[in-house]
């Protein structure tokens, strides 16, 4: 892991309904913004000004049988990833249970983004126990070129990305690329955006879920190429461990991590979810800003 290692950033202020684990967060076409994050047949919120958050019910409200099989019957779905393209928002989302890689990522589409208007779209990729990776934690990323790319992985041999075809959402072919691994260490929580001339991979290391011990911090990468491959600032391969530190633990923020970013009018931002003293799981929202060298730094 490269040295460089930036000051802290406290949260910034958010109010109202802002207990989260694994936030999405997209800007609304007419103004405004809409969350998904873990819960329930995947938990929704909404804000009109980015500070206070309200909760607006789940996307599945009548559930979502097709998850059960990796779910073990449970109704939890995890760390959805949103987007808005083509006049309908996007979904990704997981379906699994808690430290097995018997999983898989499905897509829902909608055209406003409220409770019960998401339609199910069909399964994305899965992993079985017997494989080498483990199929949540989806972002996708449209490239320069248009193409739509799929990343996701959790801890086993990490971060894989999958094509997909824009026209569906779903996977184009069976072609599977490896861009960043810890030798079978904590790494999860992709995310891919463009900045300037680079393609930057922010992902988790360690470990969250564990209240006020979590020690989830947000690393990134980065690679002129979307498929990789992606360095640390110190020119350590993805692949090989590399990544640099932006967010971690301090104070009463424990374990920030599952990271998303987006472009506003005002800033790029970064949302996460962190736990307080007493291990709540709440949203951070931090300005993202970018150096002379072109690296992410969080304010």
Known sequence: ?????????????????????????????AGGYL???????????????????RNAGSAFPG????????????????????????????????????????SAIFLATSTSGASG?????????????????????????????????????SFWSGI?????????GLRSDSAMRSVAGRNGGPIEAPNIVKHGGYYYLFVSFDYCCRGASSTYRVMVGRSSGVTGPYTDRGGVAMTSGGGTQILASEGSVHGPGHQDVFTDTDSDI???????????????????????????YVH
């Open 1 to 29: 892991m490269a040295s460089y290692t930036p000051a802290h950033a406290a949260p910034g202020r958010v109010t109202g309904d802002i207990g989260v684990h694994d936030p999405s967060m997209v800007k609304q076409p």
């Open 35 to 53: 969350v998904a994050h873990t819960g329930d047949n995947i938990a929704l919120k909404t804000s009109a000004d980015r500070t206070a958050f």
């Open 63 to 102: 559930g979502a049988p097709w998850t059960t099989a990796y779910t073990n019957g449970s109704r939890n779905l995890w760390a959805p990833d949103l987007s808005y393209r083509n006049g309908q928002y996007y979904m990704y989302y997981s379906a699994s249970t808690f430290g097995v890689n018997k």
């Open 117 to 153: 208007t998401w339609t199910h779209r069909g399964l994305v990729v899965e992993s079985r126990s017997g494989d080498d990776f483990n199929a949540i934690d989806p972002d996708l990323v449209v490239d320069d070129q248009g193409r739509w790319w799929l990343s996701f992985g």
């Open 160 to 168: 894989r990305m999958i094509a997909l075809n824009p026209s569906t």
């Open 270 to 296: 970064l949302t996460y979810h962190y736990y307080n003293d007493n291990g709540t799981s709440l949203l951070g929202i931090n300005w993202l800003g970018w150096d002379s060298a072109g690296w992410p």
